[in-house]
């Protein structure tokens, strides 16, 4: 079975501060992991997927394998990245996504 | 570029009443899935579609069943509706060719 684990509920944090959304797996194989964020109940939109190794909008995420984890990073926060942060895990082939229970991030000034 | 379309964009029902959501994937994604997300709640696996045919099955009622057709396009057809089936719908694709998939808007449903 897969699982993801996103421990906090709400990270609330002030501009220019760093950010770290924790995120842990559970998955038996090889997984894809990703990031979505969703902004006031809009859509989910791809923020990373961790074989990319790609930075968008400044936030990074490596996978550990040996934490089983995820995290997603940016150094300096900035208002307009209030959202809810999705973390997402894959399996193997044509599998589906299954999600966290997601973080609120906000982001005052 | 083309996203997931989907259609329609809300939706008010009263209960005991059917609805149907439609979804028209990005153009060559050949798989569908369809999440329910309720009010503060993460999006829960419904069910998706490979090929035309069923791929996976996850927390969709036996009130609801889906289809995807020859263009690919996928039907959600909810049935009895009930006050708990309100939320917000999502409809995502993926393609032969990568592991990443993508998302509609969502189509938001009420039952009154």
């Known amino acids: 079975a897969q699982r993801v684990t996103q421990p906090e509920k709400l990270l609330s944090v002030f501009k220019g501060a760093p950010v770290e959304l924790k995120c842990n797996y559970s998955?038996?194989?090889?997984?894809?992991l990703f990031w979505y964020v969703q902004y006031s109940r809009q859509r989910l939109q791809l923020l990373l997927r961790?074989?990319s190794r790609e930075s968008i909008k400044g936030f990074t995420a490596d996978l550990n394998k040996g934490e089983t984890s995820f995290h997603l990073k940016k150094p300096f926060a900035q208002e307009e990245d209030s959202a809810m942060y999705y973390c997402?895990?894959?399996?193997?082939?044509?599998?589906?996504?299954?999600f966290g229970k997601g973080t609120m991030l906000l982001v005052s000034p | 570029a083309a996203g997931v379309i989907q259609s329609p964009r809300h939706l008010i029902k009263e209960k005991r009443e059917t609805a149907t959501l439609k979804c028209y994937p990005i153009?060559?994604?050949?798989?569908v899935y369809w999440y329910q997300q309720g009010p503060g709640q993460d999006p829960q696996f419904l069910i998706s579609f490979y090929e035309k045919m069923q791929s996976d099955k996850g927390s969709i009622p036996d009130r609801f069943s889906a289809q995807q057709f020859s263009d690919y396009h996928s039907e959600l057809n909810m049935s009895s509706l009930e006050l708990g089936d309100s939320a917000l719908y999502f409809c995502?694709?993926?393609?032969?060719?990568?592991?990443?998939?993508?998302f509609g808007e969502g189509s938001w449903l009420t039952v009154v």
């Open positions: 995502a694709s993926r393609g032969a060719s990568g592991n990443t998939i993508y």
């Open positions: 153009p060559r994604h050949d798989t």
């Open positions: 998955y038996s194989g090889s997984p894809e």
């Open positions: 997402a895990l894959s399996g193997t082939g044509y599998s589906t996504l299954t």
């Open positions: 961790h074989i």
